[in-house]
């Protein structure tokens, strides 16, 4: 299974990569730790024109992701060890779904219309100084 990826981000094949988070090779997004191959990507490019196809390819393989980690889903302790990928399916479609709001139905990307809202979101965890290191805040969602 080939796999190139370069960070000057020149290639679509690249672009879909860095969307997907699949930049290092033997460490990528799926279950199992597997890249896509340069072939499926390349494939999937081949099923849509223009010059932001490559947006398309980002939501389908999105999608994809969220299928492969919901048939994966488990929660396994053992000892000290824990690993929980029951909500991973979930966060892959909730990302497909935000990607998806953000581009028209050629790729390109969808601009505010006059008038619309823009959300800003202001980071608030143990890490910003807005917050106490040991104070939770409960979702309202």
Do not use: C
């Amino acid at each position: 299974m080939a796999f190139t990826y370069n960070d000057s981000l020149a290639t679509d094949r690249d672009l879909v990569r860095f969307h997907l988070g699949d930049v290092v090779e033997s460490s990528g997004p799926r279950p199992d730790g597997r890249n896509y191959s340069d072939r499926e990507i390349a494939y999937n490019l081949t099923t849509v024109t223009g010059t932001n196809g490559w947006r398309l390819i980002v939501g389908r393989l999105l999608i994809v992701l969220s299928n492969e980690w919901a048939q994966h889903a488990r929660n396994i302790t053992i000892g000290e060890y824990r690993e929980d990928a029951t909500k991973t399916g979930d966060t892959f479609k909730q990302r497909a779904d935000d990607w998806w709001a953000t581009i028209d139905s050629s790729g390109a990307l969808i601009e505010p219309r006059a008038g619309a809202s823009v959300v800003a979101v202001t980071r608030q965890d143990a890490y910003s100084s807005t917050i106490a290191a040991n104070t939770v805040t409960p979702s309202t969602s």
